[in-house]
Structures are given as C-alpha cells and as structure tokens.
C-alpha cells in the first residue's frame, strides 16, 4: 500500500496554474525523488502536503486518510515532517531548542503542569533533551548543541533543519532542497544522512533536489514535473533515457537552433 | 434636512485635516516603509514656532505661517536621519516613541504645559449658503487641503522626482540602479510629509486650544483614515479622512457627543477586521511577518539560571532593603511602586520580546485591573486578594479578545491598534462616570489579608516583593518549558514553527492573555497601594513609558524588564517635580538604545561583565600562569 497518495491536485495562483491534474503515489519505505526546472512547482507541491495550501481540486491521502482535513500544525502528528529551500529555522534559539521545538507535538504537559514546574515537566523535558542529544549526535551536531543557529555557518544550518524534523519521529519526512548550495564533502555527508533514514529509521522520504548525482545514487522512483504537469515517471534509468525529460531540461532541439540563429 | 447638511459640511472641515495628516503619514510610509508616531508631536512643535513667530515677533501671519511650514520641513528631515540607523520596523516605531517623548517635553519646557489660544486665518463673519453657516475659515481649511492634494498629484504625474519617488516605493535597488539618488529622494519625501503635518498642526490649532497635546488624538485619527483609505492609495486616503470626519459629525449629532472620540477606535478595530486593505487599497504586505532582517533576543530554554548564592543574595538585599529605609516611606513607596512595575513589565515582555507582538497600550489594561480591583472591593466586598486574582483574570480575558483580534493583523497594524485602545480606554473611564466617576477617579480600599491589614509602605514592601518573585518563578518555568520555546520559535519563524505543530492561533492568544493577567495582578496593586485612581493615571503617556522601560532595559530578558522598571521608576526621583526632564532623558536613552544598543541595559551589564573577565584573564595570564588561568575559567563557567 502506499504511504502518500496524490490523486489529480490542481492549484492555480491569480489565473497560473501552478499546479495541473498532477498525481503520484509514494510507497512506505521508499525513497522517492521529485525534480523538475525551476518554477515547475515542486515546492508547491510540499506546501500543498503540508497543508500552507489549499488544492483548488484533487485530493491527498497519507495512510488512507485525507490530509487535507487537517490543520498545518496537525500534520507533523500525523507522521510528515519537512525542511524547507529557504530555511525556516529559529534563529534566536540553540540548535538544542530547535530540536526540542521539533518535539513541540510529542510533549503533551498542561499550562499549569509548565507554569510550576510539577514533575511530569521535568521527566518530560529530560526525555526530549535525551531524544535531541541522540540526533545531534548522528548528526554530528553535539559541538553546536548550545550556540544560536543564526552564528552557524549555512551548511551547519541546513543539517540543523533536517535534523529538526528527524527528531519528531516522523514516518514520511518531505526534504526540500537538502544539498543546495553545499560544497561536494558536505553533499556527500547529507547523502549519506538521507540513506541511514531508510535503512537505520524505515523513514519514507519524498525528495526534491537539483542535484542530479544525489538524487539518482538513492532514489528508487523519480516523477518529474514540468508546468505543474507530471511528464514522466521511472527509475533513475529510465528518466536518465526519458526524451521528454531531457527537453523538459535542455529546451527542444529546433528551439535551441533557432535562438542560434 | 438642515441640521445634516451643516454637520455634513462641518464633517468635510474637520475630516480635510484628518486627511492631510493621514496624506503625511502614507507618503513616508509608501517610500520607505516607515511609521512615524512621533508625527503629531512633530506637527505640534511647528505650530508652535508659527505661534512664536506671531505672538513674540508679531510677524504678519503669512509670514509666520510660511516660516512654520520651512521648520517643519527641516525638522521632518532631522527626524528622517535620527531614523536612519533603525534597522527594524518595530526599532523604527519605539524610536518614533522616542522623538514623541522628546518633543512633547522639550515644548513643554519652551512653551509650557498650559494652553495658548491660536488665532483664526481668517477672521471673517459667517455667511450662509443654502441655510448651512460657513465661516470663512472653515473654506479656507478646505480650499488649501484641496489644493495641496492637487500639487501632490501633480508632483507625483508629472515631476521626474515625484515619479522617481513612485519607482521607489516599489524598488528601491533598480530605482537607485537607474540613477535616482535615494538619498534626495528619501529627504524630499520627508520634507513634503512635515509640510504637510506643519500646515494640519496650524489649521487645528484654532480649532481648539494649542497645548503640548495639540495632535494626541488628532493622529489615532488620522491613523483611522489612513487604514480606513488604504494605507497603499493617496485617493483613497483621502477619502478616509473626510468619511470619518463625517461620520464623526453625524455620530455626535444623532447618538453620542461622549461617543465622538471613541468612534474613531471602534471604526479602526471593525475596519481592520474586515476589510484590512481599506477602501481603496491593496493589500499591503504585512509588516512583521517577514522577520529576516529583525534583531532579536537570544534564547535558550536550558541556559542553567542563576546560581543558587546569587538568588540568595538578591533576597537578601531585597529583604534587608526596607529594614535600611524603614523611617523613608518616600524611597519605600516608590520600591513599592518598582515591584508593581516589574509585575508589568515582565508580563509586556511576554508579547514584545518573547512573542515579537507589539502593544503599545499597556496602561489600558493596568487601567482595565486597577478599575476592576477597585469596584469589587468597595462596591461587591470581595476581599484584596480575591480582587486581586480577579482582576488579573478580567484583564487576561480582555487580552484574550485582544488576542483573537491580534490573529488578523501584525506589526504596523497591531501597534496602530493597541495605540487606540491605549487611548480610547482613558477616555471611556472618564465618559462612563457612573461606575468610574469620571475626573474625580476612585478611592481604593485598603489591602488587607484575612486579619493582617497592610496600610504601611513597609508592609506593602512584602506583600509586592512576595508576588514579584512568584512572577519571576512563574515566568521562568513558563519561558524553560514548550510553551517559552513555542512563543519564541513563532516570533522566529511562523512557518516553521507551524510545520513543527505549534498552534499559531493558541499560543499567539495565550502570549496576550498571560500579559494582560500580569497587567491586571499589577493594576489591582497599584490602585491599592497608592489608594486613589483616576483616568489620568493611565493615560497614553503610561504606555509608553512601559514600552520604553521594556527597551531601556533590554528586551527578551527578565533581569532586562526588570532594570527597565527600576530605571523608569527611579529616575523622576531625582528630578522630582520636573516632569520635562525626566521626559526628556527617558525619551533620550531609549532613542539611544533603540538605534544602537539593541539589547538594552541588560546587555551593557554583559559586556560589562565580559570585559570585566577579560581583564582578569589577561592579568591572570602574566602574573599567574596558564593552569590557574584555566582555574578562573572553570570559575567563571559556573557561575
């Protein structure tokens, strides 16, 4: 059965439609790419599962449920976690406490339980230190654990967000962008964080990235859009031999003559 | 038929004004996305020097009008350079504050605080058109509002500047790119927006008297065009203006003249709630929403506290305190009235710097929990400390409200919101006589607990010092636990704390609510302990003065608001009686520490206490040797 499905989503923005009668399904435990040029929509599609939008039609189902009853705060309780292209990170906070916000929905102490301090808090808060301080640690985060994200250099900071959502124990994690702007050490690091999620945590990922080498060394299936269009759909082999995709990328042979010209 | 066709055209007189004022607001903000609160005051002081020019010079009024108006321009465009450090919007609308402070007392200090008659351009006999008077006057408000629009138009149509000036206000880089200089730009705006706030000050001044508080309420109005026009649309806030001063007349015709002043905040709030871009305008992007560039406090939610000897000594010292001054109920009370302001202004820090949600409009709710207090004690006989948690709870529902309706609107709008409750609440406490009994305020009974009456200074002392440490306590656990992290990781990042599942709506309401419950615990104590209050108690003055203590002491940081408090509280002492001074330093350090040490007193304190280490490390190093050099650190470290 798959984890996430997608069934003919449409979402237009003041008449573009960002997003046309696109579908696609994400199997548990797979790690799934979706690429495409720029502006094709692939971020719309995130905010659409993390509920920042509306589809105008269609419908999204996680674990057979429909997502889109639900509010964007409810989705992480659901199981989908995400990082964001630009960063959302808290900047004024430790890495630490991003990591303890990432729990935010795994705590469920009262107000009063939190204004005095009563003892469910502190058994509470130790866990979730305890949980963060492991993460940190596969992450190889610990130096940082106290120092505020805004002093980290940016490839520190991508780590700290995808680390953020890993603690929430999520069952589908949504990676927008992971590697843009490292250099190729760091790339390789972030690869290899991607692959543990399968294969250490049975964490399905659905995965947007430019970097071509990255995305077919652990993706199983890519879909790739274009115009918010999905125009093709395989293993990394396939897309690699996919026409369609290769015009989608490098423009049509006669248009490319033509602008010579 | 008559009688509304004169408050019609009486509307359109007073509603011109509101409109220049408004026209001044909108075109600095168009440009550089600034507000300006200190506009008012600003308007105020030029009026001020036409009043000179006429009264001491005896310059013919044109002359004097002309020479306000040059005043005006200069001092726009002094402001626009204090301004030019400000980095962040809500830095730009506490150094604004600031200006307000400085101006309102350094008139006062000029011009004093009683106030002058203005005369009349025109000092014709009415006449009567079609049975409505007009006085020559009132033509002459609206013939020069008329034409001052039209050369704003023009200028913006047809001059390279004024159309280079439109460029800006939708790019700034390609704009400067394509050879505009910004710079001249960004001054002739400012000039225009003081001529205009210049000429609003001496078309008003007749109207009534001309005091320091010539444009307190004249602004919220002008604020209520603006939003009500669109903050985005020069037409359209023009429209705002002369609507609501139409709407004004006729609600003081045919419900309430008492409604009058209120009118124009109630309108603010219905407007914003449900059509937030105003008639004519687009939606503006919300200012504060995008925190990229916002300084703000740091946090971490594990940083272990202070350590056990330090509590002690602050005990000890807050307990020996009123043992020292036992005979000194004058340095007492005003120890007792620090506390109360700590509760406050903790509670203020809650939205200001956890939260990053502005209130400019504190006193309100202190006004809201010392009203509260009071009447259940004299006229429903609850005792004090029943009356006192009952009041921190009406006012956290206030701030729910407050709360719910914070949802809708940031940064600009809030702080243009709370500004209006901060002034609307004094004026309903003085129009509601019954309950309050207006001017002459209220006697508070006197605290008591069970059989232990507390009606000394020294006993007060106690019963404050003990809720100021339960508000320490409390806040702590609040700030170490998810609900602190949740506040600060919305003010961060809305997003992504959303995609974390914190709730945006509930803690952004909770943020309101927990400040308000600290605003009401603070306002049942000052009623109680000074005994007496009345509507000027609370004025908007009080609010910004909390919102200053809060800057002044350091944002985000609970040692931070409570030095601000200290600070706010205990300077007047030492310039007691002389209101303008205190004003004037008050106004002066925050506008310093606004623009260039954002984090306040508390944070002079840090890098005092990190130069004080180096220091000893250095010497360490030469006269000790590196072990114990590491031995000062491991020191330090725990401390």
Not at chain 2, 600 to 621: D, E, Q, T
């Amino acid at each position: 059965m798959s984890l996430l499905e997608i069934n003919n989503i449409s979402i237009s923005f003041v008449g573009l439609k960002a997003i046309d009668s696109l579908s696609f399904s994400v199997d548990e435990g797979s790690t799934v790419g979706l690429i495409g040029p720029n502006g094709a929509g692939k971020t719309t599609v995130f905010n659409c599962i993390a509920r920042y939008f509306k589809p105008d039609q269609g419908q999204i189902l996680f674990r057979g449920e429909d997502l889109l009853a639900f509010k964007p705060h409810e989705v992480i309780e659901k199981g989908i976690a995400r990082t964001f292209q630009n960063m959302e990170l808290f900047r004024s906070m430790t890495v630490q406490d991003n990591l303890l916000v990432g729990q935010h929905s795994r705590v469920n102490t009262g107000f009063f339980i939190n204004a005095f301090s009563l003892r469910k808090k502190k058994i509470n808060e130790s866990q979730i230190k305890d949980k963060a301080a492991a993460v940190m640690d596969r992450f190889g985060l610990t130096p940082y654990a106290n120092s505020r994200v805004i002093s980290l250099p940016y490839g520190i900071q991508k780590k700290v967000e995808f680390a953020r959502a890993l603690v929430s124990e999520p069952k589908l994690i949504l990676l927008d962008e992971p590697a843009a702007g490292m250099n190729p050490n760091e790339t390789e690091e972030i690869t290899e964080l991607i692959k543990q999620l399968r294969s250490v945590d049975g964490i399905t990922v659905l995965l947007v990235e430019h970097d071509m080498k990255l995305v077919r060394s652990i993706c199983d299936e890519i879909n790739v859009i274009d115009f918010g269009r999905k125009i093709a759909h395989g293993t990394p082999e396939e897309i690699s031999r996919n026409p369609q995709v290769i015009e989608a990328y490098l423009g049509r042979q006669e248009e490319n003559e033509y602008a010579r010209a | 038929m008559l009688m509304l066709g004169q408050t019609i055209f009486n509307g359109i007189v007073i509603g011109s004004l509101y409109a220049l004022v408004a026209l001044g607001l909108v075109i600095v903000f168009k440009s550089t996305n600034r507000i300006n609160f200190a506009y008012g005051q600003m308007a105020m002081f030029s009026t001020f020097i036409g009043y000179t020019l006429l009264a001491k010079f005896h310059l013919p009024f044109m002359l004097a009008f002309i020479g306000a108006l040059v005043f005006s321009a200069l001092l726009a465009v002094l402001v626009r350079n204090i301004l030019r450090p400000a980095k962040s919007e809500s830095s730009v609308i506490v150094a604004t504050l600031a200006l307000y402070m400085i101006f309102t007392a350094v008139a006062g200090i000029i011009w004093g605080w009683d106030p002058v008659s203005f005369p009349q351009v025109f000092t014709g006999e009415p006449f009567s058109v079609f049975g409505i008077i007009m006085r020559p006057n009132d033509l002459f408000n609206i013939l020069l509002t008329v034409i001052l629009m039209l050369m704003l138009f023009l200028f913006f149509k047809f001059n390279l500047n004024g159309i280079a000036m439109r460029a800006l206000s939708q790019n700034l880089v390609t704009t400067s790119l394509m050879g505009a200089s910004v710079n001249k730009l960004f001054t002739i705006t400012w000039a225009i927006s003081g001529i205009l706030g210049g000429v609003a000050g001496i078309l008003v001044a007749p109207t009534s008297f001309l005091d320091t508080n010539l444009m307190a309420v004249f602004l919220l109005k002008a604020f209520t065009a603006a939003v009500l026009g669109g903050f985005t649309s020069y037409p359209g806030v023009v429209i705002g203006g002369l609507s609501l001063g139409v709407m004004e007349g006729l609600v003081s015709s045919y419900i309430s003249t008492d409604l009058m002043d209120t009118f124009a905040f109630v309108l603010l709030i219905i407007v914003l709630l449900i059509r937030p871009e105003g008639i004519l305008g687009k939606r503006i992007r919300m200012l504060g929403k995008t925190s990229s560039t916002e300084e703000s406090g740091e946090f971490d939610s594990s940083r272990p506290g202070m350590s056990m000897r330090k509590k002690l000594a602050f005990l000890i010292v807050s307990i020996a305190l009123p043992f020292v001054f036992q005979g000194n109920t004058y340095i007492l009370y005003f120890a007792v009235l620090t506390g109360i302001y700590m509760i406050l202004a903790i509670g203020l820090d809650f939205l200001v710097g956890y939260t990053g949600k502005i209130s400019l409009g504190h006193a309100a709710l202190l006004a809201i929990g010392a009203y509260s207090s009071v009447i259940l004690t004299s006229k429903v006989g609850f005792p004090f400390w029943l009356a006192l948690l009952s009041a921190g709870i009406i006012t956290g529902l206030v701030g729910l409200l407050l709360g719910f309706a914070a949802l809708r609107l940031s940064g600009l709008y809030l702080a243009i919101v709370t500004l209006g409750l901060g002034t609307a609440v004094p004026q309903i406490l003085l129009k509601w006589d019954e309950v309050t009994n207006g001017y002459t305020g209220l006697h508070a009974a006197i605290p008591s607990i069970g059989f232990f009456i507390i009606d000394t200074e020294f006993e007060m002392y106690f019963l404050v010092l003990a809720i100021v440490i339960v508000t320490i306590i409390v806040t702590n656990n609040i700030l170490r636990s998810k609900i602190g992290r949740a506040f600060v990781a919305l003010r961060d990042s809305e997003a992504g704390a959303e995609a974390m599942g914190v709730q945006l709506a509930k803690y952004q309401i909770l943020a309101f609510v927990i400040s308000a419950f600290f605003a009401g615990i603070a306002g049942s104590l000052y009623a109680h302990v000074v005994g007496f209050i009345s509507p000027a108690d609370f004025s908007i003055w009080n609010s910004l003065l909390f919102i200053s203590m809060l800057f002044i002491g350091g944002v985000a940081s609970i040692p931070g608001a409570m030095l601000g408090a200290a600070f706010m509280t205990m300077v007047p002492i030492f310039f007691a009686g002389s209101k303008s001074i205190s004003a004037i330093l008050f106004g002066g350090a925050l506008l310093i520490i606004i623009l260039f040490f954002p984090s306040g007193l508390a944070g002079f304190y840090k890098v005092g206490l990190n130069i004080g280490k180096r220091l000893f490390s250095r010497n360490s190093i030469g006269l000790k040797g590196p072990a114990e050099e590491e031995g000062t650190n491991v020191a330090t470290r725990n401390k």
